[in-house]
């Protein structure tokens, strides 16, 4: 930790004082791998011309390694990588992905979602799963979406809205498999008195997102949340800082998304960011402080807004 940062307090029990969460989306590591004329016979061709004459310069890996030092540095207890690791969903591309969120930390601390680019074309659709399995599965080793890892007072709930789109489009899909187990799956967590934190790469609150970057069952999964609740939603996909809320069953659930963790000096974008959450409190009485750290004109990371979530 650096020397002039003031750590989160932490107390040893059964279930920490305070959890803290640190949320980071859509690296789109670079540079491109090496790739095969036929590998770019699909939408992928679109894509690479996309990257090589934008989108190379918008993302940043001098920024993405200052970002990864600082979320290190601060040590949250738990960390959410919200999809879009990838940018053709090459398979050359998801090796160096899996080494990016080591660099976070173990497994058991990193958490991660496929976004759309990581289900580019519909044969790697399944790669995400396959590489990064230890950051995709349950407390208990169990595999598939949704599922959850608890930390201290947190339930982190991960689904996939991750599917292979024609060209031109990024939409999302939860899907009903994966809605119908997200309901009694909240249940239980609320049961045993966790705050839940629900992740997704694609929007979820009518935020006015294109319709051709939608999720497509925004609806039916904010049915979900109002009828079981959640405590926060975190998402990424559209490489802005927003906040929103979706009715819950007790109230609005903060809805918020990060930008690109990448976004360098050069991106029409958002500069780099991430968001920290201290989770502190219990049932009927949680407490939740935001704390975004990024990019800084003078090309520093550090805090650059602080927030209160409930």
Not at 233 to 241: A, F, I, R, S, Y
Not at 270 to 276: E, S, T
């Amino acid at each position: 930790m650096r020397a002039n940062v003031i750590p989160f307090p932490r107390l040893i029990g059964y279930k920490a004082a305070v959890t803290v969460l640190a949320h980071l989306s859509d690296p789109h590591l670079g540079p491109l791998p090496r790739f095969t004329a036929l590998e770019m016979l699909s939408k992928r061709g679109l894509g690479a011309i996309n990257w090589y004459r934008r989108r190379r310069r918008w993302h940043d890996m001098a920024v993405l390694d200052q970002i990864v030092t600082d979320v290190v540095d601060e040590e949250p207890d738990a960390i959410a990588v919200t999809g879009d690791l990838t940018n053709l969903g090459l398979e050359a591309e998801f090796l160096p992905a899996a080494a990016f969120l080591g660099r976070l930390g173990p497994a058991s601390k990193v958490a991660a979602i496929p976004g759309n680019h990581d289900a580019y074309v519909r044969r790697i659709v399944g790669a995400p799963s396959r590489v990064w399995a230890s950051h995709m599965s349950c407390d208990d080793g169990g595999a598939g979406f949704p599922y959850v890892r608890r930390h201290g007072l947190i339930a982190l709930i991960g689904l996939s809205s991750a599917v292979a789109t024609a060209p031109l489009a990024a939409t999302g899909e939860v899907g009903p498999a994966q809605r119908a187990a997200l309901a009694p799956l909240l249940r239980r967590l609320k049961a045993e008195g966790l705050f839940r934190v629900v992740t997704v790469h694609h929007p979820v609150a009518e935020d006015g997102t294109p319709w051709l970057r939608r999720l497509r069952d925004a609806d039916a999964l904010r049915a979900v949340l109002a009828a079981e609740g959640a405590e926060l939603v975190l998402h990424g996909h559209n490489h802005e800082p927003t906040r929103h809320a979706v009715p819950g069953p007790n109230g609005p659930i903060p809805v918020i998304a990060v930008p690109s963790c990448s976004a360098g000096p050069t991106s029409h974008e958002p500069p780099a960011a991430y968001n920290l959450y201290e989770v502190s409190g219990g049932p009927g009485g949680w407490s939740c402080e935001g704390v975004t750290r990024g990019l800084t004109p003078d090309g520093t990371i550090a805090e650059t807004d602080r927030f209160r979530v409930a």
